[in-house]
């Protein structure tokens, strides 16, 4: 193959540090695989035979961009109760990450700036990169907490956007409604596009969820079903905001993803009418169970939600401290992965307990050498 062939833009994208772990669990025998943020439970049966009953009937081809009308119908209609914004619309996505291409290839130009949260979900940075934007760094640690006061600093003329997650992928951090507030207010104020990552939603474990959206119309959500139903390789999101650019992320997923899969849209309308109560409540106890066992040999905050355990490291660097629970058959995600700091790494408690119980005894020997 020739060298030229490869577009100047691939040089600033890696293959991500959990694909790699992802790749290395397949070459090892029994793994502990505490590194993929893949909800460990089935698809509810409600909804399989939904998809199944959609493609049996013949709805396999190509739908309109935005969804198919009854999907995006009981989507709109949710959002508009929820959020009683007038101005509001929605679209179904090919996942929360196409749903995030598209908002920052319509909204980012090359040269504006977008601030995200250190530590942050892994494709902000190579999304933005495709983009010709510039990621602005603000730093949460140690607390994973979002300083009001380090991000009017950060804000300048070139700045176009601001991407927010809570729940948090790595953290698991949720920020409090008086932050939220804090941002959409500021976002407001200097007419910059506030971007809510909302995949997480589902999963807060200690007080009720909320959106920034919740305080501006002008925030856009970016959402998906894939964690909180465990259909993550059916590719379904949806995002919503101000009617004027979702037109444009619409009209840009017509020459890109083109639609959603069809018998995922389908079975989404029984996924409104299924409980996930009693699974938030199982990740609640795992999430438990997983700080009460490295309690007192790791250091870390007790996350209030999605399912990960951002933890720091005893000693040395976050990477090596990874390179060494692998050498005993432990897969974690070093915190390079999220963060410009090597200092931490992530477990994902989305895994049986014994896993879990596995992963803590690995982990407790490892800070006890």
Not at 67 to 73: Q, R, S
Not at 104 to 111: D, E, I, Q
Not at 350 to 363: F, H, K, Q, V
């Amino acid at each position: 193959m020739h060298e030229e062939w490869i577009a100047n833009r691939m040089a600033s994208i890696e293959l991500s540090g959990i694909r790699r772990v992802f790749q290395l669990a397949r070459t090892l025998k029994d793994p502990v695989n505490l590194s993929i943020g893949q909800p460990h439970f089935d698809v509810p049966e409600p909804i399989k035979k939904a998809a199944c009953e959609a493609i049996n009937c013949g709805n396999n081809g190509y739908t309109t961009t935005q969804g198919i009308p009854v999907l995006y119908d009981r989507l709109q209609s949710e959002v508009s109760q929820r959020l009683g914004h007038a101005d509001r619309t929605v679209t179904v996505t090919s996942g929360t990450s196409g749903g995030l291409f598209l908002a920052l290839m319509t909204t980012v130009n090359p040269g504006d700036e977008v601030i995200v949260f250190d530590p942050y979900f892994v494709s902000y940075p190579h999304l933005l990169s495709l983009t010709g934007g510039k990621m602005i760094v603000v730093d949460t640690h140690p607390t994973f907490e979002i300083d009001l006061d380090r991000v009017r600093a950060a804000i300048s003329p070139k700045t176009k956007a601001i991407i927010v997650n809570s729940p948090s992928n790595p953290s698991g951090a949720v920020l409090s409604r008086e932050t939220l507030r804090g941002l959409a207010e500021l976002a407001d104020r200097h007419g910059i596009l506030l971007i809510s990552d909302e995949i997480y939603h589902a999963f807060c474990y200690d007080a009720a969820f909320c959106s920034p959206a919740e305080f501006s119309p002008n925030v856009l959500v970016i959402d998906g079903f894939g964690k909180t139903y465990g259909m993550t390789g059916w590719r379904m999101g949806f995002a919503h905001g101000p009617r004027k650019l979702i037109d444009e992320m619409i009209k840009l997923q017509q020459f890109t993803f083109v639609c959603a899969p069809s018998m995922a849209q389908h079975a989404m309308l029984t996924a409104f009418d299924v409980d996930v109560t009693a699974v938030v409540a199982d990740y609640r106890q795992k999430r438990d169970r997983l700080c009460a066992g490295l309690r007192g040999d790791y250091e870390f905050r007790v996350p209030g939600g999605a399912f990960y355990l951002y933890v720091k490291t005893p000693s040395g660097s976050g990477t090596a401290w990874v390179h060494r629970a692998i050498e005993r058959n432990l897969l974690i995600i070093p915190g390079t992965t999220f963060s410009r700091h090597d200092t931490h790494f992530r477990v994902s408690y989305a895994a049986e307990d014994t896993t879990i119980d596995r992963g803590i005894e690995i982990l407790s020997r490892l800070a006890r050498l």
